[in-house]
């Protein structure tokens, strides 16, 4: 009794690490779109609206999903409070915490927080233009990873699950 | 006002403007030039700011700001947002969070001849303090009200004389009522929000209860606009100067709309001799004027109160340097 539990225990946590990274996967892929979709009001804030950053800050919050609202929310009450910091400070403190949360790598936290951070000149267009070469790079990543990440997936929970076999196997 | 004088600067500079936050009301101007000493205008005395905040009158212990100071500087009045301000840019100035103005100097880039893309390589920058002192109009009220209605009025004044500030507060009286007029919805065309200093486009000096502003808008196409959409009792225009806008001007006053507006100038022969104006002063468009000018002390006063005799169209002076106060 006590060998079936501890079989059917390795055989399911086996599962499980494939299930994890197979939903990582998904959930990574998941905030490339969001992160596609907030560069995309982005965009049109600067090019419609003539906002400064932190007035995008306060009215992207208002537009997009919990982490980047909350952060959002934050970088603009901080740059509200005029201590002095500067934008890229106080956003890279705040938005590379929250991002550290996430299931993302470290390239797809830094091409996000470029493309916000991206100085640029004074000109409006040429800060868009630095802005969609980007969002270019973010598109390339999304639909490279949609292409892989459905067989990632299933390939990880089949090993998983394979894995979990073998095992089990080896110890009977 | 909301902001400190030294929230205007990023933290690591603030050290330089300490004595300068104590002295906030008195402080006009504040001039840094890349590698030139830091100056500080207080009315009309001009002091050098050492690097530990003190003021000196010895330019060789002064503060000499490096191209990376002057550029830190500006992206953090630029909220670090410097392709949002690219049209004011374009004229040379930007104005910042409080109603300041900051002029800005460097290489010009220009898109065609004759016209201006941005300022790069930005070597200096002057910025202009807006202050608001209640009150300050409030010696001039009888002279723009007869039987309790109003004089469309004219402001003129050299540069750094006050025509704003004294614009701001006739706004917020007219706007509040007082004893020699009732309250009316005051329309504000403020292109360089500098009347009503708007920071995302709520107003932070106070222009009274009844007070439409039209923020960052030309002043001519603004004008039109406010009296279509907010039909206004007064307009207010800051810096009357071009065609457009005295075109603007002459038919609000045809729709029965009472101005006040200011206009650079050393007195009214002066204005006069603007293109335009001495037609639109002809006309009757404007019945009062208000001349600023700073006496012997550098202070800034209304140095004279004309009206327009509607009889033969002449001016005559009601008040002179003096009785009508001083702001």
Redesign the interface.
């Given at each position: 009794m006590v060998r079936l539990v501890g079989f059917s225990m390795i055989g399911l946590s086996c599962s499980g690490l494939g299930l994890w990274y197979a939903w990582n996967l998904r959930q990574r892929l998941y905030h490339l779109h969001a992160m596609n979709r907030i560069i995309e009001l982005l965009v049109s804030l600067l090019q419609y609206g003539k906002s400064t950053l932190p007035e995008c800050c306060c009215q992207l919050a208002g537009q997009v999903e919990e982490p980047y609202r909350q952060a959002f929310t934050r970088v603009y009450r901080e740059m509200a409070e005029g201590r002095g910091h500067s934008f890229t400070e106080v956003y890279e403190g705040v938005m590379g915490e929250a991002l550290r949360e996430l299931p993302l790598k470290e390239q797809d936290r830094q091409l996000f927080l470029q493309c916000v951070l991206e100085q640029g000149s004074g000109d409006g267009q040429a800060r868009v233009r630095l802005i969609r070469r980007q969002q270019e790079l973010l598109r390339e990543r999304i639909a490279r990873l949609e292409a892989e990440s459905r067989e990632k997936g299933r390939m990880a929970v089949g090993l998983g699950t394979l894995g979990g076999l073998l095992l089990i196997i080896i110890l009977l | 006002m909301n902001?400190s004088l030294?929230?205007i600067?990023?933290?690591?500079y603030?050290i330089y403007f300490k004595t300068a936050e104590g002295r906030a009301r008195q402080v006009s101007e504040i001039r840094l030039r890349t590698s030139r000493p830091a100056i500080l205008m207080e009315g009309s005395r001009e002091v050098f700011l050492r690097e530990d905040g003190a003021y000196t009158e010895h330019m060789d212990q002064a503060w000499r700001p490096d191209r990376q100071a002057l550029s830190?500087i500006v992206?953090?009045l630029?909220?670090?947002?410097?392709?949002?301000?690219?049209?004011e840019?374009r004229q040379g100035y930007i104005t910042i969070e409080g109603g300041h103005r900051v002029g800005i100097v460097g290489q010009a880039v220009q898109e065609s001849p004759g016209s201006i893309?941005?300022?790069?390589h930005i070597s200096a920058i002057n910025i202009r303090i807006a202050h608001q002192i209640l009150g300050a109009a409030t010696p001039v009220l009888p002279y723009i009200y007869r039987r309790g209605s109003m004089r469309n009025t004219l402001i003129v004044s050299p540069p750094g004389c006050g025509k704003t500030t004294m614009l701001r507060d006739l706004v917020r009286q007219i706007s509040g009522g007082s004893a020699y007029g009732p309250a009316r919805t005051v329309g504000v065309v403020d292109e360089r929000s500098e009347i009503a200093g708007c920071y995302?486009g709520q107003p932070q000096n106070d222009l009274g209860p009844r007070s439409d502003v039209l923020d960052a808008c030309p002043k001519a196409l603004g004008m039109m606009m406010l009296l279509r959409s907010m039909s206004p009792a007064v307009l207010a225009v800051d810096e009357l100067g071009s065609g457009e806008e005295i075109r603007a001007v002459r038919m609000a006053a045809s729709c029965g709309v009472s101005l006040v507006a200011t206009i650079h100038g050393m007195d009214m022969q002066d204005v006069q001799g603007k293109p335009g104006m001495g037609a639109l002063l002809s006309e009757g468009i404007f019945s009062c004027l208000l001349v600023l000018r700073r006496d012997r002390q550098g202070r800034c006063r209304v140095g004279q109160v004309l009206h327009r005799r509607q009889i033969d169209g002449t001016w005559e002076e009601v008040a002179g340097d003096g009785p009508a106060g001083g702001i």
């Open positions: - | 902001t030294t929230d600067f990023p933290a690591a603030r830190e992206s953090h630029c909220q670090y947002s410097l392709y949002a301000y690219e049209d840019l893309r941005t300022i790069k995302m």
